[in-house]
Protein backbone atom coordinates (compact mmCIF):
# COMPACT_ATOMS: atom_id res chain seq x y z
CA UNK A 1 0.00 0.00 0.00
CA UNK A 2 2.91 2.60 0.39
CA UNK A 3 4.05 2.03 -2.76
CA UNK A 4 1.01 2.50 -4.41
CA UNK A 5 0.55 5.69 -1.95
CA UNK A 6 4.26 7.15 -2.93
CA UNK A 7 3.62 6.47 -6.93
CA UNK A 8 0.55 8.25 -6.52
CA UNK A 9 1.93 11.17 -4.95
CA UNK A 10 5.00 11.29 -7.88
CA UNK A 11 2.00 10.87 -10.33
CA UNK A 12 0.58 13.74 -8.55
CA UNK A 13 3.47 15.96 -8.31
CA UNK A 14 4.12 15.75 -11.96
CA UNK A 15 0.66 16.65 -12.78
CA UNK A 16 1.14 20.02 -10.98
CA UNK A 17 4.75 20.83 -12.51
CA UNK A 18 2.88 19.91 -16.39
CA UNK A 19 0.04 22.38 -15.30
CA UNK A 20 2.39 24.91 -13.90
CA UNK A 21 4.68 24.51 -16.90
CA UNK A 22 1.52 24.67 -19.33
CA UNK A 23 0.43 28.19 -18.20
CA UNK A 24 3.55 29.91 -17.93
CA UNK A 25 4.08 28.44 -21.72
CA UNK A 26 0.46 30.45 -22.28
CA UNK A 27 1.22 33.23 -20.68
CA UNK A 28 4.82 33.87 -22.18
CA UNK A 29 3.53 36.03 -25.40
CA UNK A 30 2.40 38.50 -22.72
CA UNK A 31 5.50 39.51 -22.38
CA UNK A 32 5.69 41.56 -25.50
CA UNK A 33 2.41 43.47 -24.38
CA UNK A 34 3.34 47.14 -23.63
CA UNK A 35 2.79 48.26 -19.97
CA UNK A 36 0.08 51.21 -19.69
CA UNK A 37 1.36 53.12 -17.30
CA UNK A 38 -0.82 56.36 -15.66
CA UNK A 39 1.18 59.66 -15.55
CA UNK A 40 -0.53 62.63 -12.84
CA UNK A 41 1.81 65.32 -13.86
CA UNK A 42 2.22 67.27 -17.18
CA UNK A 43 4.30 69.79 -15.76
CA UNK A 44 7.23 70.91 -17.74
CA UNK A 45 10.51 71.08 -15.73
CA UNK A 46 14.34 72.34 -16.13
CA UNK A 47 15.60 75.49 -17.88
CA UNK A 48 13.41 77.20 -20.34
CA UNK A 49 13.68 79.85 -22.75
CA UNK A 50 11.67 83.28 -23.09
CA UNK A 51 10.34 82.53 -26.74
CA UNK A 52 10.83 79.49 -28.45
CA UNK A 53 10.18 78.63 -32.24
CA UNK A 54 6.76 76.20 -31.83
CA UNK A 55 5.27 78.47 -29.48
CA UNK A 56 5.74 81.52 -31.33
CA UNK A 57 2.05 82.32 -33.39
CA UNK A 58 1.54 85.11 -35.17
CA UNK A 59 -1.71 85.92 -34.58
CA UNK A 60 -3.19 86.12 -31.33
CA UNK A 61 -6.56 83.67 -32.35
CA UNK A 62 -4.17 80.60 -33.45
CA UNK A 63 -5.61 77.49 -32.16
CA UNK A 64 -5.83 74.28 -32.16
CA UNK A 65 -8.59 72.27 -34.56
CA UNK A 66 -11.62 71.47 -32.19
CA UNK A 67 -9.94 72.28 -28.65
CA UNK A 68 -12.00 70.85 -25.21
CA UNK A 69 -11.53 74.17 -24.06
CA UNK A 70 -14.47 76.08 -24.56
CA UNK A 71 -13.83 80.33 -25.57
CA UNK A 72 -12.22 82.17 -28.21
CA UNK A 73 -8.04 81.89 -27.89
CA UNK A 74 -6.03 84.95 -26.63
CA UNK A 75 -1.94 83.99 -27.19
CA UNK A 76 0.25 86.55 -26.60
CA UNK A 77 3.15 84.17 -25.38
CA UNK A 78 5.93 83.19 -27.42
CA UNK A 79 7.10 80.55 -25.52
CA UNK A 80 4.51 78.04 -26.01
CA UNK A 81 1.33 76.81 -28.08
CA UNK A 82 -2.01 75.90 -26.79
CA UNK A 83 -1.85 72.39 -26.64
CA UNK A 84 -3.76 69.14 -24.53
CA UNK A 85 -3.04 66.52 -22.58
CA UNK A 86 -4.54 63.29 -21.00
CA UNK A 87 -4.32 62.45 -17.65
CA UNK A 88 -6.65 61.33 -14.67
CA UNK A 89 -9.05 60.58 -16.80
CA UNK A 90 -9.73 63.86 -18.59
CA UNK A 91 -8.39 66.04 -21.49
CA UNK A 92 -6.77 69.11 -20.15
CA UNK A 93 -5.46 72.73 -21.86
CA UNK A 94 -2.28 73.63 -21.36
CA UNK A 95 -1.69 77.08 -20.89
CA UNK A 96 2.20 77.79 -20.59
CA UNK A 97 3.87 81.48 -20.47
CA UNK A 98 7.15 82.93 -19.16
CA UNK A 99 8.16 86.49 -17.93
CA UNK A 100 8.61 88.57 -20.86
CA UNK A 101 7.22 86.51 -23.70
CA UNK A 102 4.29 89.42 -25.01
CA UNK A 103 5.45 89.48 -28.68
CA UNK A 104 2.06 91.13 -29.55
CA UNK A 105 2.17 94.02 -27.83
CA UNK A 106 4.87 96.74 -27.63
CA UNK A 107 7.68 96.02 -25.52
CA UNK A 108 7.30 96.34 -21.50
CA UNK A 109 3.40 97.39 -21.92
CA UNK A 110 1.47 94.72 -21.41
CA UNK A 111 1.89 91.51 -19.50
CA UNK A 112 2.01 87.48 -21.57
CA UNK A 113 -1.05 85.18 -21.51
CA UNK A 114 -2.78 82.89 -23.27
CA UNK A 115 -6.32 83.11 -22.50
CA UNK A 116 -10.03 81.94 -23.94
CA UNK A 117 -12.72 84.86 -23.54
CA UNK A 118 -15.78 83.33 -23.18
CA UNK A 119 -19.21 85.09 -24.99
CA UNK A 120 -20.38 88.62 -23.66
CA UNK A 121 -23.77 89.02 -21.75
CA UNK A 122 -23.91 92.38 -23.25
CA UNK A 123 -27.75 93.16 -21.19
CA UNK A 124 -27.90 94.15 -17.49
CA UNK A 125 -31.29 93.46 -16.03
CA UNK A 126 -31.92 91.39 -13.30
CA UNK A 127 -31.18 87.50 -13.71
CA UNK A 128 -28.56 88.48 -16.14
CA UNK A 129 -25.31 85.95 -15.76
CA UNK A 130 -22.66 84.55 -17.50
CA UNK A 131 -21.09 81.53 -15.70
CA UNK A 132 -18.26 79.47 -16.44
CA UNK A 133 -17.65 76.03 -14.39
CA UNK A 134 -14.33 74.12 -14.91
CA UNK A 135 -11.69 71.98 -13.05
CA UNK A 136 -8.18 73.61 -12.58
CA UNK A 137 -4.65 72.06 -11.74
CA UNK A 138 -2.41 74.59 -11.07
CA UNK A 139 1.27 73.98 -11.37
CA UNK A 140 3.52 76.60 -11.48
CA UNK A 141 3.10 80.63 -11.26
CA UNK A 142 5.03 83.56 -11.28
CA UNK A 143 8.07 84.45 -9.29
CA UNK A 144 9.77 87.36 -8.67
CA UNK A 145 12.55 88.61 -6.42
CA UNK A 146 10.24 90.42 -3.69
CA UNK A 147 6.76 89.20 -3.42
CA UNK A 148 4.33 91.99 -4.68
CA UNK A 149 4.51 90.69 -8.17
CA UNK A 150 4.35 87.48 -8.03
CA UNK A 151 1.94 84.94 -9.13
CA UNK A 152 -0.61 84.63 -11.90
CA UNK A 153 -4.00 85.03 -12.74
CA UNK A 154 -5.80 82.11 -13.73
CA UNK A 155 -9.35 83.74 -14.55
CA UNK A 156 -11.16 87.38 -14.70
CA UNK A 157 -14.42 88.96 -14.93
CA UNK A 158 -14.72 91.60 -16.90
CA UNK A 159 -16.93 94.70 -18.36
CA UNK A 160 -17.41 97.98 -19.43
CA UNK A 161 -19.39 100.68 -17.57
CA UNK A 162 -20.61 104.28 -18.34
CA UNK A 163 -19.02 107.67 -17.78
CA UNK A 164 -15.25 106.52 -18.86
CA UNK A 165 -12.57 105.80 -16.33
CA UNK A 166 -10.08 103.07 -16.82
CA UNK A 167 -9.06 100.70 -19.63
CA UNK A 168 -11.75 100.36 -22.71
CA UNK A 169 -11.61 97.03 -21.84
CA UNK A 170 -11.38 96.91 -18.18
CA UNK A 171 -11.04 94.22 -15.50
CA UNK A 172 -13.48 93.93 -12.85
CA UNK A 173 -11.78 91.45 -10.83
CA UNK A 174 -9.21 88.97 -11.52
CA UNK A 175 -8.12 85.68 -9.16
CA UNK A 176 -4.58 85.49 -8.55
CA UNK A 177 -2.48 82.55 -7.77
CA UNK A 178 0.81 83.26 -5.65
CA UNK A 179 3.40 80.42 -4.80
CA UNK A 180 3.84 78.87 -1.29
CA UNK A 181 7.13 77.24 -0.89
CA UNK A 182 8.19 74.25 0.40
CA UNK A 183 11.07 71.48 0.19
CA UNK A 184 10.83 68.32 -2.25
CA UNK A 185 11.80 65.32 -0.94
CA UNK A 186 15.56 65.86 -2.19
CA UNK A 187 15.89 69.18 -0.30
CA UNK A 188 14.75 71.02 -3.23
CA UNK A 189 12.44 74.51 -2.64
CA UNK A 190 9.65 74.55 -4.83
CA UNK A 191 6.17 76.04 -5.39
CA UNK A 192 4.07 73.31 -2.87
CA UNK A 193 1.22 75.65 -3.05
CA UNK A 194 -0.89 78.35 -4.24
CA UNK A 195 -2.64 80.96 -2.42
CA UNK A 196 -5.36 82.34 -4.36
CA UNK A 197 -6.36 86.08 -4.01
CA UNK A 198 -9.17 88.17 -5.57
CA UNK A 199 -7.57 91.16 -7.16
CA UNK A 200 -11.00 93.59 -6.95
CA UNK A 201 -11.97 97.20 -8.06
CA UNK A 202 -12.48 100.10 -5.24
CA UNK A 203 -14.66 101.76 -7.97
CA UNK A 204 -15.50 101.24 -11.98
CA UNK A 205 -12.21 101.64 -13.92
CA UNK A 206 -10.08 101.07 -10.97
CA UNK A 207 -6.12 100.26 -11.98
CA UNK A 208 -3.07 99.73 -9.54
CA UNK A 209 -2.73 100.20 -5.96
CA UNK A 210 -5.26 102.96 -5.53
CA UNK A 211 -7.70 101.62 -8.07
CA UNK A 212 -7.58 97.84 -6.70
CA UNK A 213 -7.26 96.02 -3.25
CA UNK A 214 -6.01 92.20 -3.25
CA UNK A 215 -8.26 89.80 -0.48
CA UNK A 216 -6.82 86.68 0.44
CA UNK A 217 -10.10 83.67 -0.19
CA UNK A 218 -8.11 79.97 -0.07
CA UNK A 219 -5.18 77.62 -0.52
CA UNK A 220 -5.02 75.12 -3.44
CA UNK A 221 -2.32 72.21 -3.34
CA UNK A 222 -0.21 72.17 -6.47
CA UNK A 223 -1.51 69.20 -9.05
CA UNK A 224 -4.75 69.07 -7.43
CA UNK A 225 -8.04 68.96 -9.77
CA UNK A 226 -9.98 71.64 -7.92
CA UNK A 227 -13.45 72.40 -9.01
CA UNK A 228 -14.31 76.23 -10.01
CA UNK A 229 -17.65 78.14 -10.40
CA UNK A 230 -17.37 82.04 -11.36
CA UNK A 231 -20.75 83.80 -12.39
CA UNK A 232 -20.97 87.45 -13.28
CA UNK A 233 -24.54 88.34 -13.26
CA UNK A 234 -26.86 91.27 -11.78
CA UNK A 235 -29.48 90.58 -8.98
CA UNK A 236 -32.15 92.30 -7.17
CA UNK A 237 -31.03 94.06 -4.39
CA UNK A 238 -32.82 92.34 -1.26
CA UNK A 239 -33.07 95.56 1.33
CA UNK A 240 -34.36 97.74 -1.82
CA UNK A 241 -35.95 94.95 -4.49
CA UNK A 242 -36.18 98.20 -7.60
CA UNK A 243 -32.49 98.40 -6.95
CA UNK A 244 -29.58 95.58 -8.80
CA UNK A 245 -26.31 94.15 -7.28
CA UNK A 246 -23.93 93.81 -9.95
CA UNK A 247 -21.75 90.28 -8.51
CA UNK A 248 -18.84 88.40 -9.06
CA UNK A 249 -19.58 84.92 -7.04
CA UNK A 250 -16.91 82.22 -6.83
CA UNK A 251 -16.67 78.96 -5.83
CA UNK A 252 -13.29 77.06 -5.16
CA UNK A 253 -13.33 73.74 -4.43
CA UNK A 254 -15.94 73.62 -1.69
CA UNK A 255 -15.75 77.47 -0.48
CA UNK A 256 -17.89 80.10 -1.92
CA UNK A 257 -16.61 83.91 -2.10
CA UNK A 258 -18.94 86.47 -3.16
CA UNK A 259 -18.80 89.89 -3.99
CA UNK A 260 -20.50 92.75 -5.05
CA UNK A 261 -19.26 95.35 -7.91
CA UNK A 262 -19.10 98.74 -7.47
CA UNK A 263 -21.44 101.05 -9.00
CA UNK A 264 -23.98 98.37 -10.77
CA UNK A 265 -26.05 101.23 -12.56
CA UNK A 266 -23.08 102.11 -14.38
CA UNK A 267 -22.08 98.65 -15.93
CA UNK A 268 -23.39 97.59 -19.40
CA UNK A 269 -22.23 94.14 -19.95
CA UNK A 270 -20.71 90.66 -17.64
CA UNK A 271 -17.86 88.54 -19.68
CA UNK A 272 -15.40 86.18 -17.92
CA UNK A 273 -11.71 84.98 -19.13
CA UNK A 274 -9.80 82.52 -17.73
CA UNK A 275 -6.28 80.64 -19.16
CA UNK A 276 -3.22 81.93 -17.84
CA UNK A 277 -2.21 85.67 -17.51
CA UNK A 278 0.55 87.53 -15.99
CA UNK A 279 3.81 86.24 -15.25
CA UNK A 280 6.64 88.60 -13.85
CA UNK A 281 9.40 86.61 -13.16
CA UNK A 282 9.87 83.17 -14.47
CA UNK A 283 7.06 80.84 -15.71
CA UNK A 284 3.55 80.18 -14.78
CA UNK A 285 1.42 76.62 -15.95
CA UNK A 286 -2.05 76.31 -15.44
CA UNK A 287 -4.29 73.40 -16.78
CA UNK A 288 -8.13 73.52 -17.21
CA UNK A 289 -10.67 70.71 -17.65
CA UNK A 290 -14.79 70.44 -18.05
CA UNK A 291 -14.55 74.15 -19.18
CA UNK A 292 -18.37 75.30 -20.08
CA UNK A 293 -20.16 78.49 -19.70
CA UNK A 294 -23.65 78.78 -19.47
CA UNK A 295 -25.44 82.70 -19.68
CA UNK A 296 -29.09 84.54 -19.94
CA UNK A 297 -29.30 87.52 -21.05
CA UNK A 298 -32.39 90.24 -19.67
CA UNK A 299 -32.71 93.49 -20.60
Sequence with gaps: MK???FNLGKIAMLFVFLSLFSCQKEEEPMMDQPMIIEIDSDEVVGEFETCTEEGTNTTRDEDID??????????????????????????????????????????????????????????????????FSATVRILE???????????????????????????????????????VYGTDTEGNEIQQSFDIYREQIKFRGGEGVGGREVVYLTNVPKNRPTEIVLEVGFRADPDNPEEKIHYADAVIGDETFSWNIPEAE????????????????????????????????VN
Design 266 to 297: RATQSKIRYGAYRVKGGRAQIRWSDTTQEKME
Design 66 to 131: DPSNVGAIDDRSCYADYKESFIFDKIWGIYNITDGSNHMDAAGTLQPRIERALSTVGTTGIGSFTR
Design 141 to 179: VGDTSGDSNDGTYIMQAKGKHTGGGGSPDPAICLYLAKP
Design 3 to 5: SIN
